[in-house]
């Protein structure tokens, strides 16, 4: 079956820092790739997507490669903020309209 | 635009009773909703799919004589917790998905529930 692993956390970054959060995945067909950011107390929010190999979603300054020999969509940024602080979720879809396959999430931290 | 709103945001109960959560698409029709659950500090967990005027599909493990779903028209859907036990207690997430244009999904706010 379909699953994602992002890479553990939490991960606690200065401002200004640069972010790179892992995520590879494991699905049978050619899926589309996901980040949602999920801030205290509320819904996922998307961040970026990409629907096809060497595709990169961006926005707001984050940016991810649909990698398909490493089955890898890692997220980076190159200078976090504060406002940054939130859960990480990377999430594949197989096809498009199906269920999302969500992964572990990972708790960022931006320290002043 | 694509909002989808949840309600209530915050809901405390007592053991046994039984609490409703509207998850609405508020400018667009959603042909499907989803319900998760989510844990503190875990990831979302996909409950049970919902299609509009037809029954739920639930996930594995999920009770559906427990956890209601009802979707009766394209922009409404509701999750009722029966019988509800603390350990109930979580963060309920819907999302929609949009009858036409992309197919992306976009999620509510979520509803807090806690069973005492």
């Known amino acids: 079956g379909n699953s994602v692993t992002q890479m553990e956390g939490p991960v606690t970054l200065s401002e200004e820092a640069f972010l790179t959060i892992n995520c590879t995945y494991t699905a049978t067909g050619y899926p589309s790739l996901f980040w949602y950011v999920q801030y205290p107390g509320e819904g996922l929010q998307l961040l970026l997507k990409a629907t096809k190999a060497d595709d990169k979603g961006s926005n707001k300054g984050f940016e991810a490669t649909y990698r398909k020999e490493t089955t890898s969509f890692h997220l980076e940024k190159g200078s976090v903020q504060v406002s940054d602080s939130a859960v990480y979720f990377c999430?594949?879809?197989?096809?498009?309209?199906?269920?999302?396959?969500f992964g572990e999430g990972t708790q960022l931290t931006v320290n002043p | 635009g694509a909002v989808v709103s949840q309600h209530p945001s915050r809901v405390i109960c007592k053991s046994g009773t039984s609490v409703k959560i509207e998850c609405r698409s508020l400018d667009f029709q959603a042909t499907t909703m989803f319900w998760y659950r989510q844990f503190p500090k875990q990831s979302l967990m996909l409950m049970a799919t919902s299609n509009e005027g037809s029954k739920a599909t639930y996930e594995q493990g999920v009770e559906k004589d427990k956890f209601l779903i009802n979707h009766a028209s394209l922009t409404l859907s509701t999750l009722t917790v029966t019988s509800a036990h603390p350990e109930d207690s979580s963060f309920y997430i819907c999302s929609a998905r949009a009858y036409r244009g992309p197919s992306e999904q976009y999620f509510g706010p979520g509803t807090r529930l806690t069973v005492t």
């Open positions: 999430a594949l879809e197989e096809t498009s309209g199906s269920r999302l396959t």
